[in-house]
């Protein structure tokens, strides 16, 4: 049985596909007794009954190993129902945590888009601190020379 084959269940509705993992197949497996011998195209379902039932005393068994049957089936359809409602429940969950993510996702963006915001701020009131810093070095620098130019000119003019 391949873990995407399609079941149908006519008390849930339409066809639903299951993705079982490797420990439920093989389980499944296991109580049917394989499965491959009833699927293949030479399966003898009249040799296959007179190898479960070779004497006639044999059928006097049948309805136990019908009853057997039914079991098993039961069993395997309330694990089936099972992993359904668990595989449902997963789906619901994981949908909750993708629209949590998404929403997560969006307020980060939003935060980035924030603080890009502030980081361009900043730097253009970096670049007017650094202007105007120019500007002030600049006339420090005009000052300082004038100073200097006084200072020699009142030399000159014949001070101390």
Not at 81 to 91: E, K
Request: glycine share 6%; proline share 2%.
């Amino acid at each position: 049985m391949d873990s995407s084959e399609v079941l149908e269940d006519k008390d849930s509705g339409p066809e639903v596909q299951l993705n079982l993992p490797g420990s439920v197949l093989s389980r499944i497996e296991e109580l049917m007794g394989g499965t491959e011998q009833f699927d293949n195209e030479e399966f003898d379902a009249v040799a296959y009954i007179n190898r479960v039932f070779p004497t006639e005393q044999a059928l006097s068994g049948v309805e136990a190993a019908a009853a057997r049957c039914e079991f098993r089936l039961a069993g395997v359809t309330h694990d089936i129902r099972r992993l359904l409602r668990a595989q449902h429940l997963q789906r619901a969950a994981g949908t909750a945590a993708l629209h949590d993510a998404r929403r997560c996702v969006a307020d980060l963006a939003l935060q980035v888009a924030d603080i890009n915001k502030k980081a361009e701020r900043s730097e253009g009131m970096v670049r007017e601190i650094t202007a105007e810093i120019k500007q002030l070095d600049c006339a420090k620098w005009n000052l300082t020379a004038a100073i200097t130019a006084l200072n020699h000119l009142h030399m000159l003019a014949g001070g101390a």
